[in-house]
Structures are given as structure tokens and as C-alpha cells.
């Protein structure tokens, strides 16, 4: 028997006992002839003393950090106690010890405030996650999958596995292939998510299946992505969009209760994807905090010319304004104070070639009643306050406005408005905020290719009023510029997004299970019949086999974790990630494969020309 407790476990209750305990070694002090060390494994951490006649077996040791080792002794009050750590008021006088494995000095020091930096941690993962900040994320995020699981089983939900080696998903992102070795020439994909296979599952009568499942998409990797992500994955049959609402928030009331103690009260709000992009500039708002976008144009523009109270407001020559597409502002609480500088870093913020705007406008509704504006010239005090008071201003907050093109102007200000938050400290990371994004667009409008491209995926179904409109109506957009008065650009879906705290949590759909409308879906992605039959065939085949009507969703567990963690980093929630190149820098992979497995594959690889 190696030990008979954890590092964790012993309290002064134990005090008398003889006991084994093995761990790493974490620190070690000298003090005379006596010599301290903590013992820690995955439980927590126990205080070691080695008496006297141990030093000439410790100096033989030469015990070290990270030396794992088994230690035998009598168990006593501390002298000393540490109210810091759930052992701290025991120690072990020990009476034998062994070395069970020697260590290297480790790179880094293993402790919560780590002399480490992100590169070489990476490298040597297996020795971070020895580390509590590390062991605290895997332990929430086994206890988020297993409060999904729990939940989904009450439920009558089936865990059924699905491929990982297949032909193409379409869910926005490039595949990554496999060669296949006994089909020279031809390779498999790995799943962007398990989407066709669900839905062929409730083709075959599975109707409540669930998946915790690995889903690969090989895009580039923006902030916190990785290649490979793990998914709850969900479907369900005979399902309107509001039986999955309500399923899927059951299931998240579920592991905030079970995982973090907290209940979520009455039913999660709702908004529908246009209020979201108009009153927030983003279709994942954080609602922790308001703020809330006045399109100012919009609010007050008439024949041409922004009016408010009957009083022109821009009627002058503030071209800024008059000349801008679209003019935006949010009133940011308790800021009207700022100073010039502050202003002007303010400035320089949204300038920034990540935001792209070319300047910023700002009205201090000053706390005596006041209002100054960075165009006094164009505006008198009466419209300052009028514009001040539509954004929600009071007294002592400062209105912020960008001008510019309408989508580049507000995501700015969306981006703007979380940066603001983040500042104030309004953006609580024990403070949990959840929202159901409705009625999404079913297409959204490529630019480069000049086609419809399905806003979610390409078997998620129109709102049913909706599916005349696409019907008969070609995808040929003559006048790119005009897209949005293609009849495509106002089809809602039956899609929905859970957010929590400003970051897309899931997704999914009620889907399409006719054949005919699914083929209508491809020709209007300007799919030929043809392709669509080479890709797609088996799932339009199984429609044809009776399919029940169905939807799902997918929550995307990793970000889950992260959120309720309170990080913005997913990586910090998963054992071995992928770096920002998406390498995995401990395996140094991806890496180049030897010339007969090339050649078994069929593969030559060309070389880049100098
Ligand atoms: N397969 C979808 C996704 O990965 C989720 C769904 O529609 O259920 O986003």
C-alpha cells in the first residue's frame, strides 16, 4: 500500500495516528537539524517534519522539488498552524521515508503564482496542471460534464457515438482530412460536429440523443480558438423551437445549481437577433451592464437631416454626422469627468486599426446639469442634452458617438461598449447574465463569392411563414451592392443562440426533414443538384424514409467551463490545448511524416518553390 491517506485529508481528528502518505514534493526547509517539507498531490498539501535522525538518510536523498516520495509517521498538532490550507493545523512527524522517483529541477516552480511563462508552460503541460489553478478548471469542467450528463439521462437522453473519420459537415469552417491509406488518393473529414449524423439518428427513432464530443474545424485561429473543441451535442424529435428552449435551459439551470450553487430564476430572457444587433451592435450581448446603442440617425433624422424636438440638430455644418451612413452613441455611466487625456486615449482606442474607426465624438453630461461636447461649434446645449437624454444619459455619464459605414460603425461600438465595461469594472466575473438570441437570419450574404451562405447550417430551417419567400426565388444577387433588398436578406431561421455574459454558449436549430426543402436550401446556397447528391445524398435519401420533424443544439463546453470560471480563456479548461498557431508545442505537432508512410498514402508532398 503506497499511502493511507491524501495530501488533502488529514485534520486535527487524525491527531495519534501512524500514517503513509506519498506526493510530490512541493518545498523544503531547514531549520537546524530539523528539516520541513510539504508534501502535495492532488488533494492538497501536508506538512512533513523530519527529525534529526533522518539526516543522514535525507542527506543521502538529496531530496529535491518534485521528488516524489512515500513518508510514514505519527500524525500531530501543529504548533504552528496555517489556517490557509484544510491540513494546516496537523503535521507528520515522520518516522521512515523513501525515494519513489527522483525529479529534475522543473523548468518552472509549481505554484500558483509561477515563475513561468505561457510558451514554456505549454511545453511542459503534464507539469502545469500540477499546478491548483489548473486542477481547479479540470475539476469544473468534470463537474459541468457530469451535471450535463446527469440532467440529459433524467431526461431519457441517449449518449450514442458517432464517427470521427467522414465526408464533409458544413458548419462554416475548413476540414481537416485524413489520407486514406486503403483508398489510395481519397481521404476522409474529421466532423465540424456530429450535425448529419444526429439528424440520421432521429431518422432511426433515437429520439433524445446527447454527445460530449471532440468537433474539428480548421479555421484560423482567432482569439481563443482551438482546432479541436469539445461540444455537448443534442437532438431531439417531435420538437418545436420552444420544447428545446426549454429543455436546454433546464439543463443550464442545471449545472449553475449543481456546479456553482446558484439558482436561476423564472425563465431566461429573450431577444430577437435584430433588437440584439440594433440595440447592442452584437449578436451575443453581455447584459450584465446597459449601455444599449441610440442609432441617433435613426432616432432623429428627417428629410435627410437629423432634427430632434423640432429643433435641427445638425443642420449645420457638422459633416461628421450629416455625412455618416449611420451615427451611434452609448452613454457610459459616471465618466463625464474624463479629462482631455482620457478623452483622447479614448480616441486613439477606436482608431486602432482592430476597430478602424477614424475618430470619436463624445458629449459630458456634466453633473450640474451642463452638457459639453467635443462639436460645441455645431451643437447648442439644448441639443446636446436632447441627443444625451435619447442615449439614456444622466447626470455625470458621457456619451460616446462613432460615425461611418453602418456595420463597421456598429460592431466598433459594440467593441467600444464592452472595452468601456471592462473598464468600469461592470463586466463581473461572478456575475452570470443568460440570454436566447432568436429568430436568426437563415442566410447571411459572402461578399467575396457573391452568394447566400447559410448563416448557421445549411439544415436549419426557415420560420414556416417564411418558406414561400424561398421558393422559386433564384440566388442570383445581380447588384451586390444591394443585397439586402434581395428577399434572402429578411428569411429569419428557427435557429437561436444561448449567451451567457456576452459569449455565445451553444446553438442549434429546428431543422429541415423534408427532401424537397432541403433541396430548395442547397439550390438557394447555389448548390447544383448534383453536388448536393454527392454530399449531401444520404441525409436527402433518409428524408425520404420518413424523417420525423427535429431540431437540436450544441453547447460549446469548453467556453461553457471557461465562463463559468470566470476566464476568458478556453485553453485554461482543456488538459492539452493547441497553442494560437494551433501546434501543440509538448508534441511538437503537427510535424512532417517519414517518407514511407508518404508513400503508403500515395502522397508527394510539394515543396514550396524557392
Ligand atoms: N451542429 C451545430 C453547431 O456545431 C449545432 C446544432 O445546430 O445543433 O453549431
Redesign the pocket.
Known sequence: MYRSHTCGELRISHAGQQVTLAGWIQSIRKFGSITFTDLRDRYGITQLVFGEELNEQLSQASLGREFVIQAKGLVRERSNKNNNIPTGAVEIAVSSFSVLNKAATPPFTIQDDTDGGDDLRMKFRYLDLRRNELKRNLELRYAVNRSARNYLHEKGFMDIETPFLIKS?P?GARDFVVPSRMNSGQFYALP????TF?QLLMVSGYDRYYQVVK?FRDEDLRADRQPEFT?I???MAFVEQEDILDMFEGMIRAIFKDVKNIDIPGKVERMTWEDAMWNYGNDKPDLRFGMKLLNIKSAFQKNGKLEANGELIAGTNFGVFNDAETVVAIAVPGTAEYTRKQTDELTEWVKRPQIGMKGLAFIKANSDGTYKSSFDKFFNEQQLKTVADAAGAKPGDLVLILAGTEERTRKAMSELRLEMAERLGLRKKDEFKLLWVLDFPLFEYAEEENRWVAR??P??SPKPDQIRTMIGNSPVIENAAEYLKHPYANIKAN?YDMVLNGNEI????I?IFQRDLQEKMFDALGMSREEANHKFGFLLGAFEYGAPPH????FGFDRLCAVLGGSESIRDFIAFPKNNSGRDTMLDAPSAIDNQQLTELGITIKTPSA
Open positions: 459537415t458548419e465540424q460536429s456530429p450535425q444526429k468537433c461540444q451535442d443534442c437532438e448557421h447550417h439544415f436549419t435557429a451553444g446553438g442549434g436549430s431543422r431540431g437540436g443544439i450544441a
